[in-house]
């Protein structure tokens, strides 16, 4: 089968390129004035709510690897894990500026697809986009998210204000983005080895989705404010159950203890990791990428927090002096910590 | 002479290095109510003004060198460049979040030196470093800042908005960033060939700080208000004067009709162009980097403008038909192209 020629980016120019890859932006929220094709876009929040601003960049061969990760997959992830940061602050996302910067090795094609997955992110999230940068590195390719929210200023939800007594509580289910990024990475040596063998993915669509097309939980946030339930903390869960916890701990001065058997393991996520000889729960406290709310509580909302299916209350908030704990299986206490985050360890 | 021993950034974990990094980070506009540690920055925006937000991206040798380049004034530039577009809207800089992306053969002291200049640059433009993202890359570094401003809604100032029979103006002067990247890059190559060589940059100090420490003219906008002055169309000159000519001109609909003569030159950067055998008219036009204020005014502000220092009035706004031009010394008319932007074309 022939597939059609693709077009260097040279072939566009500044003006094309741009022109290509931001024509279908649609300004769809009221507060967005002007969008792209300005020094700056135009905002209005003059309706008495606070403004949040979020920024994350994603790096090639750090945050992603071109080689299992499909360039729409790749967009819509960068859009979700910024509407992410603002649905943590229990807030509404409304714009992002997208900044990329790739190799010449990069087609126009391939950009059309980035943003493809980037437009169905925005239309997803009721996000506009409205400004960034195109420019070119040496080799790799970088991409810079800012994403605009807003919040009623009284109802913004800090990580740094969890009280003790207040119930833990985490969305949908942890550790299988980690499991997807594991299989991903075993079927990439796989066919590095041997250039014909197909990959064996077919039984791992949710563990691969969770890790190629994470979603923010938007939804969450929205069931919470229909039951009436305002958390009193609030992260996204990004790096790992245990380096968020610390955060929420840390920040709010207080101690936690959370169970084992509480924490929201999808069966396939369990079995893969343990055919990896991973156990399923290091895999949720310190895999990352997971996106799920994690938040505290008052223990008053037991009741209505009970009835929420994609929550889970996995434990409650103690005095600072209780340390930050996991129960496990058996009942012995092991200390929680991060293990997050080693990026600086590992490369060059 | 003994230098102090380096730290890898390994030693710091993420926490330490978020911490020593933003730790200087002072909220000093009153609409940034909450800054860097949470998911999001909280601004407060309800004062009925508009917000003004752009992004900028700079990455390792594209936008710059760091073999002559140094890092404070490299997170200098980087935040005065973010600046420069909000001045461009006829806004005030209130907020930046930074997002980096640096190999493990940056030092800590070397991230430090970064914001260094990052802080030095936030003081000068009163603004805030509210958040970000701090990461790897598996080599090279890239920088990416978003910018939040606000600006009255009746004072914004579009590039599309130019109209027949305005004057063409621009700040200060142009062409001597790209004298300072012609020297520094000249000197470079001395340096590969003979490692002993002493750069020879000591008469070239004003065509350096254009080139490595370029201010944002957010002075000439408040000059242009306490003159009462409302420009037309504004864009600042970050491509060279031909390509932000046309982008007024193609946006607004018309034409123009710019003199030499009265392009401002200063005379360190015509001498040292014309050595370079570059002539300097080029150097203004296609240089780029200069970080002025190119706007369009009303006929009717001439005798205003003129009184300005800082300000060259270079020729006036015509009907679309007769096109974009350049009125050379002796009175031909050579059409103005956009040479800027060639990224693509270089690498890889």
């Excluded at 601003?53 to 979700?80: C, N, Q, T, W």
């Excluded at 943590?88 to 126009?108: E, H, K």
């Excluded at 704990?325 to 985050?341: F, M, N, P, Q, Y």
Aim: hydrophobic fraction near 35%.
């Amino acid at each position: 089968m022939n597939k059609p020629p693709l077009t260097p980016l040279s072939s566009l120019g500044e003006f094309g390129l741009i022109d290509r890859l931001t024509r279908r932006a649609r300004l769809t929220n009221p507060s967005s004035c002007r969008g792209a094709g300005d020094d700056a876009a135009v905002l209005d929040y003059n309706n008495g709510k606070r403004v949040l601003v979020s920024s994350d960049m994603l790096v090639e061969g750090i945050h992603f690897d071109l080689a299992y990760v499909p360039l729409k997959h790749l967009g819509y992830k960068a859009v979700a894990v910024n509407a992410s940061d603002i649905y943590a602050m229990n807030g509404t996302p409304r714009q992002i500026t997208l900044s990329i910067a790739v190799s010449s090795r990069f087609t126009v094609e391939a950009l059309d697809e980035l943003y493809e997955g980037v437009y169905l992110a925005c239309e997803k999230y009721g996000v506009d986009l409205v400004g960034g940068d195109t420019t070119t590195t040496t080799s790799g390719a970088c991409i810079s998210i800012t994403i605009i929210g807003e919040a009623d200023k009284d109802r913004i939800v800090y990580r740094n204000t969890a009280r003790v007594r207040d119930l833990i509580c985490v969305s949908g289910d942890l550790g299988a983005a980690y499991a997807g990024l594991q299989l991903l990475e075993r079927e990439k040596r796989v066919l590095d080895g041997n250039s014909i063998a197909k990959p064996d993915l077919d039984n791992h669509h949710y563990i691969l989705r969770r890790q190629l097309k994470p979603e923010a939980r938007g939804d969450v946030t929205q069931r919470l404010r229909e039951a009436s339930i305002l958390p009193t903390a609030m992260i996204d869960v990004s790096d790992g159950l245990s380096s968020e916890l610390l955060h929420i701990c840390r920040g709010s001065g207080v101690g936690c203890r959370v169970h084992e058997e509480k924490i929201p393991v999808d069966p396939c996520t369990a079995s893969l990791l343990e055919e990896l000889n991973i156990n399923p729960i290091t895999g949720a406290l310190s895999g990352g990428e997971d996106y799920e709310l994690l938040f505290t509580a008052p223990l008053d909302n037991f009741d209505a927090l009970s009835t929420i299916e994609e929550i889970s209350i996995i434990g409650y908030i103690t005095p600072p002096e209780e340390g930050c704990h996991l129960v496990t299986r058996d009942g012995s206490l092991v200390e929680i910590k991060a293990l997050g985050w080693t990026n600086f360890k590992n490369n060059e």
